[in-house]
């Protein structure tokens, strides 16, 4: 399309309030795991608050769960190759640049067949070639780094743009604004004081004991589940009660007794298990942190103790501000619980106050912030061709 025909589409589309373009097309690169893909669709859900006009392609790959989260959120999703990016010097590193350029090829054809007004990308297998493909294409990037410690793809991009938005200050990446990570609104806009009377009867807790929610994510955490049940006696001694997910796989025995310890294997509605929870055991992934400081939660953050590394860097800024507690995976035990958990859940003074710097430390809106960048850079590129 030529600078005519495009300033001509721009004023046929063009909105009076705010500059905001309709009918703008959006890619979003955040397949694979779910810390990559829900930021992805927050952000889509919040670009089409914004503008219901707004066309919304998602990118993925086979490699993940691209499929099973993405097609239910209502947003078509195209498949292109996977390119794992190798830590080490081997025959996968060798095959790295036939295995990118089929990707990057895949990309540019979604890019032009959604008529793409701007890609938007998340990190992961799926972001690096999105990303390439749009500086072929001369299409304005956007990125958001959710981690701590950014990744390869997310890295390289930042290079490549000035429109760079990561979860907190401590992220270090060129042109970075600081402003959370997407959630979900049930997440963003969770009043947990007038839903707790509901989630608490609906997970068959009591109505005012206080709370604590184990989780160790989808698929659980085999270290919490042993030592929050080790404690479970003590839990119960000293008035507290429990609701603990297990994980899918996994199976916990508790005695019955009061009050109530609820073992459960998931939870598909998280809103409800945050609003009937006062203090949260749980690992420290990005979007966990997110989501719990985001609610007010005060929390005990246990990096998972494997891979790099990073988990617990995305916790520090939430327990340096007083929001939470940091334990290693290898420290947490019942006693560490009896010792230290215990006492805070019986102290309605320092949960309220931990309470409150755990929200300070959150964000709320920043899917609506992300959306709204996203938004004017496309207007920008619509009507004037630029790319930064």
């Not at 993405?70 to 060798?94: D, Q, S």
């Amino acid at each position: 399309m030529d600078g005519t025909a495009r300033v001509a589409r721009d004023d046929h589309d063009r909105e009076r309030h705010g500059g905001i373009v309709t009918g703008v097309s959006v890619v979003v690169a955040g397949g694979g795991t779910a810390g990559h893909i829900e930021p992805a669709m927050a952000l889509a859900d919040a670009v089409r608050r914004l503008e219901s006009s707004a066309r919304i392609t998602a990118l993925g790959t086979e490699k993940g769960l691209d499929r099973t989260l993405i097609p239910p959120r209502g947003y078509p999703l195209e498949l292109i190759p996977p390119v794992p990016l190798p830590r080490k010097v081997n025959t996968a590193l060798l095959r790295m640049p036939g295995r990118v350029n089929d990707a990057v090829r895949a990309a540019e054809d979604v890019l032009v067949r959604a008529d793409a007004d701007v890609i938007v990308g998340f990190g992961g297998y799926v972001a690096l070639p999105a990303y390439l493909a749009a500086r072929r294409a001369r299409l304005p990037i956007v990125v958001h780094e959710a981690n701590a410690r950014p990744g390869v793809a997310n890295r390289l991009a930042a290079r490549l743009t000035h429109h760079v938005y990561t979860a907190s200050e401590q992220v270090r990446l060129p042109h970075a604004v600081p402003i959370g990570i997407p959630l979900r609104p049930e997440i963003s806009s969770l009043d947990r004081s007038a839903m707790r009377p509901r989630a608490r009867s609906a997970f068959g807790l009591l109505p005012d004991a206080p709370t604590l929610l184990v989780t160790g994510g989808s698929q659980g955490a085999q270290s919490l589940n042993r030592a929050c049940a080790g404690a479970a006696d003590d839990l119960r001694r000293a008035g507290v009660q429990v609701l603990h997910i297990v994980g899918g796989k996994n199976t916990l025995a508790v005695p019955p007794g009061q009050p109530p310890y609820a073992v459960v294997p998931f939870v598909e509605q998280m809103h409800l298990a945050y609003a009937a929870a006062d203090f949260v055991l749980c690992r420290c992934g990005a979007m966990t942190c997110a989501e719990v400081s985001a609610v007010g939660l005060p929390a005990a953050y246990v990096p998972y103790p494997h891979g790099n590394g990073e988990q617990r860097f995305n916790a520090r800024p939430i327990v340096l501000a007083g929001g939470g507690l940091l334990v290693e995976d290898a420290t947490l035990r019942p006693s560490w619980i009896v010792e230290h958990l215990i006492p805070i859940m019986t102290d309605p003074c320092r949960l309220a106050t931990m309470s409150r710097s755990a929200a300070s430390a959150g964000s709320r809106d920043a899917d609506v912030v992300l959306a709204r960048a996203v938004l004017n850079v496309a207007a920008e590129h619509r009507r004037f061709g630029t790319v930064r």
